[in-house]
């Protein structure tokens, strides 16, 4: 078993209002920014978890999304792993 | 008619919902979210507040607590259960109500009375109103903007499953009396089979003239109604 950390990258669906995304885009196009054309606001999480290798971490996670981290009505996910952790625990420290 | 209000960490509506079935003369009891079993109960009432602070999404949270498991089973057996503001968040999450409120358009917290137009009067939960009433009912929500995928709001309106709306004082379907930015200005729905309502404004704030509306009531004397003839 080893530790992994994973990037949860939610984000609003295509279609779906963004209506935190539409207020930040106006923001920075009247501070100048003309050129943003579109800004989606999503989530980023990072989990710690113990897993036989990094593709059984990777899909807990896409199973936590699916369960918990994202609404599949209005919103999407990615999972993608960061790093391979130091083992949890006390056997090699 | 024994009547169950949940409380999870975070209603806040938990005592006006358990006013508001006393006043139409429901026995009413509150059940905490860990608590289990619904066995002996007519109907099951999810009250609005901000449970488990709306982390990660309002509801998302409050859809995982032990309790839950039972409404689902209560729900799924055809008994009626009502969720109310973050009651109807955490219905939507637990997949008894399809679709999922998001951020409101504004960015705004929404506080302040509302008009609804009856769609249906011929549910367990309107048929003391008359088709096409308006009633003035508050709303107090950040995120309750009806969102769905288009098959699933085609649905709902093809298969009259919308039961208020957001108007006018004329009863018109306006974007100015849209407060949230909804889909077609869905204020309420009610699932395939009829016994789950969701609906984002607060009947149960408006049940005594002291409060400005007495338009909430027929929410709940519909309910009682309904009861009363199953049980008869």
Redesign the interface.
């Known amino acids: 078993m080893s530790r992994f950390r994973l990037e949860v990258r939610v984000k609003p669906r295509p279609g779906?209002?963004d209506?935190?995304g539409k207020?930040i885009h106006h923001a920075l196009n009247s501070l100048g920014w003309d050129g943003v054309d579109d800004v989606r606001v999503g989530k980023a999480m990072y989990l710690d978890l113990v897993a036989d290798d990094s593709g059984s971490a990777v899909e807990a996670a896409e199973a936590m999304c699916r369960k918990?981290?994202a609404?599949p009505?209005?919103e999407t996910f990615e999972v993608s792993l960061v790093e391979e952790l130091r083992a949890a625990s006390g056997a090699d420290a | 008619m024994k009547v169950a209000v949940i409380t999870f960490p975070g209603s806040n509506c938990d005592y006006d919902l358990y006013k508001a079935a006393q006043q139409v003369g429901a026995d009413a009891t509150f059940v905490w979210h860990r608590e289990r079993g619904l066995d002996g109960y007519d109907a099951v009432l999810l009250p609005g507040g901000f449970s488990y602070g709306d982390y990660?999404?309002a509801g998302?949270i409050a859809r995982?607590s032990p309790v839950m498991e039972d409404v689902i089973e209560f729900a799924r057996k055809g008994a009626p259960v009502v969720g109310i503001c973050n009651g109807f968040q955490i219905l939507?999450?637990a997949g008894l109500l399809?679709?999922?409120l998001?951020?409101?358009?504004?960015?705004l917290f929404s506080g302040k009375d509302v008009r609804l137009r009856v769609e249906r009067a011929d549910t367990h939960f309107t048929s003391e109103y008359h088709p096409g009433q308006i009633l003035r009912v508050p709303i107090a929500h950040g995120e309750g903007?009806y969102?769905?995928?288009e098959a699933t709001l085609e649905r709902l309106e093809g298969e009259g499953h919308v039961v208020f709306r957001y108007v006018d004082a004329a009863g018109e379907v306006t974007d100015a009396a849209n407060p949230n930015?909804s889909w077609h200005n869905i204020a309420g729905i009610i699932n395939d089979d009829g016994n789950v309502l969701g609906m984002m404004p607060h009947p149960e704030r408006a049940m005594e003239e002291l409060l400005g509306s007495t338009d909430g009531i027929g929410v709940f004397t519909s309910l009682a109604a309904s009861l009363s003839a199953v049980a008869s």
């Open positions: 779906i209002l209506p935190q207020a918990l981290l609404n009505v209005t | 990660l999404r998302a995982m939507c999450e399809p679709g999922a998001v951020r409101n358009d504004s960015l903007n969102e769905a995928d930015g």
